[in-house]
C-alpha cells in the first residue's frame, strides 16, 4: 500500500493556511464557493469522515436506535436528512454537538466541535456537504434559511 504524500497534521495546518491566506473569510454554507468547498472536503476527511462515511452514506440502519439508545451517523447525501434542516441549525449541531442542541436528556452520539474547528472551518464543512446534493435538493433546503 502506497504511503500517503502528506500526513493529516500537515494536511491540517495547510488547511489552515488556506483560510487564513488573506481572502474573504468564509461566513455561511455556500456550495458555490469553490474555496470553501475544498477547504471543507479536506475537513470533512479529518473530522466527519470516520462516522457519517468517506461519501457522505451515513452509517447502515442509521434510522435503528442502538443498545445504548443512539442513533447511528445519518448520510449527510440527499438520501439522509440533513438537507431538511436550515443552515444555522446544521451549524449549531456540528459546533455545539448533539447534546448542546437537542432536548435534554437526549441520547447522542454526535460530538461538539466547537473546540477543534473554527467557525469558518464548520461554515467551509458545510459547504463542501451541500456541494454534494443535487441542485433541486440544495435548491429545496436553501427556501428553509432566512434571507
Avoid at 1 to 27: H, Q
Avoid at 97 to 111: I, K, R, S, Y
Amino acid at each position: 500500500m502506497a504511503k500517503p504524500l502528506v500526513s493529516l497534521p500537515l494536511m491540517a495546518i495547510a488547511t489552515l493556511l488556506l483560510i487564513s491566506c488573506g481572502e474573504n473569510p468564509i461566513t455561511a454554507a455556500d456550495p458555490a464557493n469553490e474555496r470553501a468547498v475544498n477547504i471543507g472536503e479536506t475537513l470533512y476527511g479529518e473530522h466527519c469522515a470516520d462516522c457519517h462515511g468517506d461519501n457522505l452514506q451515513g452509517q447502515p440502519d442509521w434510522k435503528v436506535r442502538t443498545a445504548d439508545g443512539t442513533l447511528p451517523a445519518p448520510p449527510h447525501d440527499e438520501t439522509g436528512h440533513t438537507w431538511h434542516h436550515n443552515d444555522q441549525l446544521l451549524f449549531s449541531y456540528t459546533k455545539l454537538g448533539g447534546a448542546g442542541v437537542l432536548p435534554e436528556g437526549t441520547n447522542t452520539a454526535m460530538p461538539a466541535f466547537g473546540e477543534d474547528l473554527s467557525d469558518e472551518q464548520i461554515w467551509a464543512i458545510l459547504s463542501f456537504i451541500k456541494s454534494r446534493w443535487p441542485i433541486d435538493v440544495q435548491q429545496r433546503q436553501s427556501t428553509l434559511n432566512k434571507p
